[in-house]
C-alpha cells in the first residue's frame, strides 16, 4: 500500500491562501500546483490554510465552479492525500465496484458485489453507513449478527483471494483530505457544489486502484438530485472525474421516486437481497443489478457485449454461484458458518422467512388500501421519513441503528389493488404506530382508476465525454 502524500509540493512559502481565494472568488481557474499546495495544507496542517479560508474557497467554488481540468487535479490532490491501495498484478483487468449517489430501498451493493466475483471479477468495495433517513450499505450487513466491516489491507486482500469480494468500512487514512473538505462543506452550505461532489467521491474509488466503476446516479423525490437534468449532469461530472483519475468508468441513471424494490430497513433489505440472489427479487431490483453488473463486464472486456455481460449476472443469480460468494463473504467477514449456511441455504420464499435468523421487531402493522384502483406512484421520500423515525436511520453520525424496523410492501407501480387490502407492512418496537405515521403512510401512495404501465428505473446510460 503506497502513501500518496508522500509526493513533493512546491514550498509552503509558494503561494498565499488569500490570493487562492480571490482568483476563484474573481472566476478564474486555479493552476495545478495552487490545487496541489492547498488540498497539502489542508491535510498535513502546515499553517497555510486556516479553517475559515477554507470555508471561503469552498463557497467561492460553489459559486463559481470548476473546470474540467481542475476537477480532476482537485481529485487527483484528495486521491493522493493518504494511502493507495495496491492489488496482486494477476488481478489486473478484473478489479472493479460501484458506487450509488443514494436512495431509498438500495441494497444493490449486497448483490452486485458477490455477483460479479461469481463471475469472476475483484470487488474491493468500500461502502459506508448511512446517515440520513435509511441505513448504509454497511448498517444493513450489521445486522446480521458477528458481520466485521474493519480490516487491514493485507486482510481485504487475503478475503479477495478466497471469495473475490468483500463489502468493509473505509481506512482512516484513505483519502484523509476528504473528510475536512466534506466537514467544512456540511456547515457552509456547499454540499452540493458539483466538482466538490465529484471530486469526494472519485477520490475515495480512485485510491481503491480499481480498472473499472459503474456509478448508480439516482434522481427524483428521494435523491440527492430531484431533476433528470440535475443527475444527468451529476452523472457527467461523475464519469469524467473518474475517466481523469485512469479508471473507465460508466454511469446509470436512475429513477427514484418510489422505494427500490419492496423493502426499506436493514435486516428487511438483507431479506430481499438474498431472494435476489436466489434469482427471485422485485424486478426492478434484478434489473439494475444485473445492468450495472453487466456494463461493468463489458467495459473491462469480461463479456463481449453489455447484453452478454447481463446475461452473465443474471445466471449467476439464478445458478447460485453469487448466493455462495455472499455466504463466503459473510463467513471471510466475521459471521458464524452455521448462521451464514442458513441465511443462504433455503430458498426464501417470504421475507418474513429471514426472522428465523435474524431479530424481529416486536410488533408489525398492516396498513389497507383505501380504494379499488392501480398504483400509480409510491412516495419514496415519505416512506424514508417513516423508516428514520422508526429508527432504521441516523439523525446524526452518533445515533445508533434499529436493524429490526422497517416497511414491506405488498404493491408496486402498477398494480391492482382492491380497497381493505394489506399493501404496507410497518415493523416497529413501539406498542403501536402514532396516528400521524399512518396518516403520513397513507399519503404516499397514489391510487387511481385508470391502469397503470410499469416503467423501467434506467432512464439512460452515460458515457465519458
Request: hydrophobic share 40%; with cysteine.
Amino acid at each position: 500500500m503506497e502513501n500518496g502524500n508522500a509526493r513533493d509540493h512546491k514550498s509552503c512559502t509558494s503561494f498565499r491562501m488569500p490570493d487562492i481565494i480571490r482568483k476563484k472568488r474573481d472566476g478564474h481557474e486555479l493552476t495545478t500546483d495552487e490545487i496541489n499546495w492547498f488540498i497539502d495544507g489542508v491535510v498535513n496542517k502546515h499553517g497555510a490554510c486556516e479553517d475559515a479560508q477554507l470555508g471561503a474557497l469552498l463557497m467561492a467554488i460553489y459559486q463559481n465552479g470548476m473546470t474540467p481540468h481542475e476537477t480532476e487535479i482537485l481529485t487527483s490532490a484528495m486521491t493522493k492525500s493518504g494511502d493507495i491501495l495496491d492489488w496482486p498484478d494477476s488481478w489486473r483487468g478484473k478489479l472493479v465496484d460501484k458506487h450509488s449517489t443514494g436512495g431509498v430501498g438500495d441494497k444493490i451493493s449486497l448483490v452486485l458485489a458477490p455477483a460479479l466475483a461469481a463471475c469472476g471479477m475483484k470487488v474491493p468495495m468500500i461502502s459506508g453507513r448511512g446517515l440520513g433517513h435509511t441505513g448504509g450499505t454497511l448498517d444493513k450487513l450489521e445486522s446480521i449478527p458477528g458481520y466485521n466491516v474493519l480490516f487491514k489491507h493485507q486482510e481485504i486482500i487475503q478475503i479477495l483471494e478466497k471469495v473475490g469480494c468483500c463489502i468493509v468500512g473505509q481506512s482512516s487514512n484513505l483519502v484523509p483530505a476528504d473528510k475536512k473538505l466534506y466537514a467544512t462543506r456540511d456547515v457552509t452550505s456547499t454540499v452540493e457544489s458539483l466538482p466538490l461532489i465529484a471530486a469526494s467521491i472519485i477520490s475515495k474509488k480512485a485510491a481503491e486502484s480499481v480498472d473499472a466503476l459503474v456509478l448508480d446516479v439516482k434522481f427524483g423525490k428521494a435523491a440527492f438530485m430531484k431533476t433528470e437534468c440535475e443527475g444527468r449532469k451529476l452523472a457527467k461530472a461523475l464519469v469524467n472525474a473518474s475517466e481523469g483519475q485512469g479508471v473507465k468508468t460508466i454511469a446509470l441513471l436512475t429513477d427514484m421516486e418510489s422505494p427500490v424494490g419492496n423493502t426499506i430497513g436493514n435486516a428487511l433489505e438483507v431479506a430481499e437481497a438474498l431472494q435476489c440472489l436466489q434469482g427471485s427479487g422485485p424486478d426492478d431490483l434484478m434489473e439494475l443489478v444485473c445492468q450495472l453488473g453487466g456494463h461493468l463486464l463489458a467495459l473491462t472486456h469480461n463479456a463481449l457485449s453489455e447484453d452478454d455481460g447481463v446475461n452473465d449476472i443474471h445466471n449467476s443469480l439464478c445458478d447460485g454461484t453469487a448466493l455462495k460468494c455472499f455466504e463466503k463473504m459473510l463467513v471471510a467477514q466475521g459471521v458464524a458458518a452455521d448462521l451464514a449456511e442458513k441465511l443462504c441455504a433455503k430458498e426464501m420464499q417470504d421475507i418474513d422467512d429471514v426472522w428465523k435468523q435474524l431479530k424481529r421487531a416486536k410488533h408489525s402493522t398492516d396498513i389497507k388500501i383505501p380504494r379499488d384502483g392501480f398504483i400509480e406512484s409510491i412516495d419514496a421520500y415519505e416512506l424514508a421519513v417513516v423508516s428514520q423515525k422508526l429508527g432504521a436511520g441516523r439523525a446524526k453520525a452518533t445515533d445508533n441503528i434499529d436493524h429490526a424496523v422497517g416497511i414491506r410492501l405488498f404493491v408496486g407501480q402498477g398494480s391492482k389493488v382492491k380497497e381493505g387490502e394489506t399493501w404496507i407492512r410497518v415493523y416497529h418496537n413501539e406498542a403501536a404506530l402514532p396516528i400521524e405515521t399512518v396518516e403520513t403512510i397513507q399519503k404516499a401512495v397514489t391510487v387511481v382508476d385508470t391502469e397503470v404501465l410499469k416503467s423501467s428505473r434506467i432512464i439512460d446510460v452515460i458515457k465519458p465525454d
